[in-house]
């Protein structure tokens, strides 16, 4: 009876392996796909210059806003706006500039009042 066992112990052990080797590549699988869907530095670094870009369109482009001394900084959709204005009133609207574009998830305004010719 224990010589019939034998066989069945082997083949079992051979089956635990054989499911082990299995589970450890689906495993190590899901790893290396996963690490591929993570941004790299560089594709971060190109995509908050495109968005950086974007946002200085839309300020250009937007009415009664002086927006040649004003600083775009992007870090993964966050926006920074530093530099300085003519008036009150453009502070606000480079802000609503840069938050109506895709992709902007938020907008830090450090932007200042400077007079002309001061």
Known sequence: MKNALKPLKLAAGVLVVMASIG???ISAHAQSSDAAAAPTAKSSKASNKALSKEVRRAMTKTKGLTSSNINVRV???AVTLAGT??????IEKATEAAKSVPGVTSVKNAIT????GR
């Open 113 to 116: 009042i400077r007079e002309v």
């Open 75 to 77: 870090r993964d959709g």
């Open 85 to 90: 204005v003519p008036d009150n009133s453009q």
């Open 23 to 25: 589970v450890a590549s």
